[in-house]
């Protein structure tokens, strides 16, 4: 059917229904990438060295700081290298850098002399039981000014390190083995 030189087409139902259908899934998939706020947030990423067993902690689980949540846990390794220490797991966390601002942490942590300050200032890590009926783990960073800070990994590592401390119930265990061997 011509009318005036042009010709009609009628337009195909399956195809127009297909690009509003992929339409709004490109929609909701930027709102959602965009509402997150991950896109844009600037995020530090470091290591901390735990001994024994770390058997609750996972990938995605918080790191507090005094009970706020400023970051998570993005990779548990495990390391089998010769001349490392053998009983040390390494833990990647990345801390938002929006959350950390002013809460007692502050510098600039990115900064390597902005994180010895903190660490001089007693900054260290420590695993915590967030469930103690599922034994579930998480990170928790907290200023302890009187203890030693022991680093495992040789200066210019991949991560800049935070040191951590054995938690009480770590404690508790080695003295009790300790208890247990002498009897």
């Not at 200023?143 to 990994?153: G, I, R």
Request: charged share 20%; net charge positive.
């Amino acid at each position: 059917m011509e009318k005036g030189g042009l010709v009609s087409k009628k337009a195909n139902p399956t195809l127009i229904g297909a690009f509003v259908v992929g339409a709004i899934l490109l929609v909701i998939g930027a709102v959602t990438i965009l509402g997150s706020g991950r896109l844009f947030r600037k995020t530090y990423e470091f290591v901390l060295y735990f001994e024994g067993s770390v058997s609750g902690l996972r990938e995605g689980a918080p790191v507090k700081y005094k009970g706020v949540e400023i970051g998570s846990i993005t990779n548990i390794l495990l390391q089998l290298d010769e001349g490392a220490e053998g009983n040390r797991i390494p833990v990647i966390i990345k801390l938002d850098a929006n959350k950390i601002s002013g809460r007692g942490v502050g510098g600039d942590l990115a900064d390597p002399a902005g994180l010895k300050a903190a660490i001089d200032r007693g900054l260290r890590g420590q695993l915590q039981t967030e469930s103690i009926v599922t034994g579930v783990l998480f990170v928790a960073l907290d200023l302890v000014p009187d203890s030693p800070a022991k680093f495992v990994q040789p200066p210019g590592s991949r991560y800049q390190e935070i040191p951590t401390i054995t938690t009480t119930l770590q404690k508790a265990q080695d003295i009790l083995g300790k208890l247990l061997t002498k009897l």
